[in-house]
């Protein structure tokens, strides 16, 4: 819901995302896990990590939420750049308004969690505790219900004897 609308969900003034590419490497790895805190643009300096929505639309990024580095502050707004050494500065100024968070730091469990789950492997796993927990649940109860008829069936078999045994 929050990527949808372009804003994160905050709690307690602190979000966590999901950085997806590999532009502010090595700060911030591929597809990591950051908390950052709401930011409105106005305490922002140089130097600062940014989260911000794209209004180039003449990225394919638009409307999606950025994660850069601040380099310069001018009149017309925030010029920002991944830390990659491939990345160069923004074509764009991110105005004030535009920013949504401050980096704060990396989740480096989180990250790997997010890691694992997302891959193949994550998938079979999620499956497997599924079926685990599951089976953890409902084995008991189906191995209690037939012991049950078990001990039923028993009872009618003895006392069928018994009446049979009267005649």
């Known amino acids: ?3 949808a609308k372009s804003k994160p969900i905050f709690l307690f003034g602190y979000t966590c995302m999901w950085v997806r590419t590999g532009s502010m490497e090595p ?3 591929t597809e990591s896990y950051v908390l950052a805190r709401r930011a409105d643009g106005t305490e922002v300096k140089e ?3 940014i989260t911000f929505v794209c209004r180039d639309e003449s990225l394919p990024v638009y409307g999606s939420l950025v994660t850069h580095r601040v380099v310069g502050v001018t009149d ?8 990659s050494a491939l990345a160069t ?3 764009v100024k991110v105005s004030p308004d535009e920013v949504v968070a401050v980096y704060v730091k990396n989740l480096p469990a989180a990250s790997f969690f997010g890691r694992v789950l997302l891959s193949k ?5 999620i499956i497997g505790v599924f079926v685990i927990g599951a089976a953890g649940v409902y084995v008991p109860a189906i191995i209690k219900g037939l012991k049950t008829a078990d001990d039923e069936g028993s009872r009618e078999s003895k006392n069928e004897k018994k009446a049979s045994q009267t005649k």
Request: a negative charge.
């Open 121 to 125: 492997a994550g998938l079979w796993i």
């Open 47 to 49: 130097g600062d990590v």
């Open 89 to 91: 500065e923004d074509k």
């Open 76 to 83: 017309e707004g925030f010029v920002t750049k991944g830390d």
């Open 27 to 29: 700060t911030i790895p």
């Open 1 to 3: 819901l929050a990527r």
